[in-house]
């Protein structure tokens, strides 16, 4: 009996052992380069989202603002937050965050306010398509006003400024080299709270009230002929409610993985739970950072004008004697395009 436990023992031990190094192997080939790939496709979608924004046919449209508003900081979040990382990982190249309390702070404040702005600037595109369904008489509607952006982008900045200060008061450096937080409790509350609750309820509100406004909009008797005008106020909101799902998919895996790591902190574990959850942990953090990757792919996938605007800027940006070909082609793809829709 002693000898058949001994052996049992020695079978669960190695099959512990066996579980960690697969997924030590699992992580050094193909975990630790996810920021790098991720990184890439950020960059690719935010070229392609400049080229895309910053088109005539676009360019005075408020939700197509706050988009590349929102563009811009995602590119700059893989490039300081992810990218740094995985230099640091792969090549040990890293920016000396820890040198001091200063750069300590401003670390950790970046770290919770870069992917903050990014999403309220998607919560600010999301309002935008409310505000546009809602009646002209509504002073609702005066959001959509061009003078108006400068003020709302101020209002967005500040707001996760606000948000976010609390990760550089709960943050500090301790023994010359670890930048840990004082309270950590306090601010593991804090960021599920303000980063991981608050945002994607608001945009999940805004979308049902603007998908609200759309169906009472449907029941107006002569509605058809009263919307031709702003047909492209609307044509981006199957785009932007997509990544609002999205968003609040990948933000909800990582914010449940986060709440099991921060209280579960102090729990006595194996050496393969330890393994487990710091592998689980590591991949849903990489997983979040798709919110900043993921707006190019999905206005690709859901918005005709986004398709049709990035391709008329790409052939804009072609010599002269090679448009007119290509225009010819584009134009052919538009009639065979509206032939099979006519015509299913």
Known sequence: MIFNNTGHILNMTQLSKSIVNDLNLVTERFVIHLPFIFFIFGLIGFIGNLFTYLHAALRSNTCCIYSLCGSIIDII?????????YLSQKYATHISWYSSRVTCKLNIFLLAFLPHLSINFLLMATIDRFACTCKLTSPIHRLNQLKTVPWMIIITIVSSCIASIYSAILYDLVDGSLCISTQPQL????????????????????????????NHSKRRVGRVTATRGPHLQNQFILMIFSQVVV??????????????????ANYIRTVEQSSIISFVYKLTNYCYYLINVKSFYLSMLTSRLFRKTLINSLIEKLPRCMRPRFQILQATHSIVTLTNMRHP
């Open 187 to 214: 601010n593991s509350i804090l960021y599920i709270i303000l980063g991981g609750v608050m945002q994607p309820s608001l945009m999940l509100i805004f979308v049902l009230l603007t998908r609200r406004n759309v």
């Open 247 to 264: 968003t609040a998919f990948l933000l909800l895996q990582w914010i449940i993985m986060y709440m099991y790591y921060a209280f579960t």
């Open 77 to 85: 979040n893989l490039s300081l937050n992810l990218f740094a990382r």
